[in-house]
C-alpha cells in the first residue's frame, strides 16, 4: 500500500532523513519506533507531502506521490493525525468532525456515529469546544476526525504522548479494533511496550537512519539495538 523509497528530507539546510525506506502492506499496522528527535515526524510528515523529500520516492499503491500538496495525498486515502493533534479550539467536537466527512467507494464507512461508537467520550462531549477538552479526549478527536475523512492508510504520530497508563491501554484497543476494520496503519512511537502484539512489523530510527527492522517481538528482545537506539 505504502512504500517509502530511499528518501532524504531537509529542513531549510538541516539533513534530517538519510536514505530512508519502508514498507506498509495493505491491512498492516507498522510501526516507526525511535527517541526523540530520531525522525519519526519527520517521516510521516515527508509521507505526506509537509516536508517533501529532496532524494527518493514514495510510492502510494503503486503510484509516485512524492512532491504532491497534502490535501491531494488525503484525498488519494492517506489520513494524518500530528502528535499535536491540530484540532480546532473554537469548533465544537462535532463542528470538528463534520468539517472533515469525506465519503469514499466502498463499504465499512466511517461516520460521524461511528467514531462516537469508537470513542464514547466524544459523544458526550459532542457540543463541548475542542479546546476544552483534556489531552486524551483530544487524540481521540484527533484520530476520530481523520478517520471521518474515511482513509485507507492512517498515519498516526505518537498517539501515547502525554498519556496516562489506562488512556494507553484503550488507545491500544481501539486501534486493535481499526486494524481489525482492515485498515493500513503507519504508527510512529516511542513506546515499544504499547506497539507489542499491535503492529505486524516495525521499523527502528536512529539519527535520521533506519538502523533496524523486524517483528516488535523481535525488537523486544534485541536489548542491544533497543539500548543503542535509546528506545
Ligand atoms: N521544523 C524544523 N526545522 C528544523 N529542524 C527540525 C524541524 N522539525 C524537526 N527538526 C529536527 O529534525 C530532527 C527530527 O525531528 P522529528 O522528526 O520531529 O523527530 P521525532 O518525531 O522522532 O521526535 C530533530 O533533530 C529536530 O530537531
Ligand atoms: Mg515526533
Known sequence: MLEV???????????????????VEGGQVVCLLGRNGAGKTTTLKS???????????ILFKG?????????????????FVPDDRRIFADLTVFENLEIALRKRNGQDQWDI?????????LKKYSTRKGGLLSG?????????????????????????????????????DRIRLLKRSGLTV??????????????????IIDDGRICYQGTVAEIQENDDIRKICGI
Open 47 to 57: 509521507i505526506m507531502g509537509l516536508a517533501p523529500p529532496k532524494k527518493g520516492k
Open 136 to 172: 486524551g479526549e483530544q487524540k481521540m478527536l484527533a484520530i476520530a476526525r481523520a478517520l471521518v475523512g474515511n482513509p485507507e492508510c492512517l498515519l498516526l504520530d505518537e498517539p501515547t504522548e502525554g498519556l496516562a497508563p489506562a488512556m494507553v491501554q484503550i488507545f491500544r
Open 63 to 79: 503510484e509516485p506521490v512524492s512532491g504532491k500538496p497534502p490535501y491531494l495525498l488525503c484525498r488519494k486515502g492517506i489520513g
Open 186 to 203: 503507519l504508527l510512529a512511537e516511542q513506546n515499544v511496550k504499547f506497539t507489542l502484539n499491535l503492529s505486524d512489523y516495525g521499523y
Open 113 to 121: 456515529p461511528r467514531v462516537f461508537e469508537l470513542f464514547p467520550p
Open 5 to 23: 523509497q530511499k528518501i532524504h528530507t531537509f529542513y531549510g539546510l538541516s539533513h534530517i532523513l538519510f536514505d530512508v525506506s519502508l514498507t
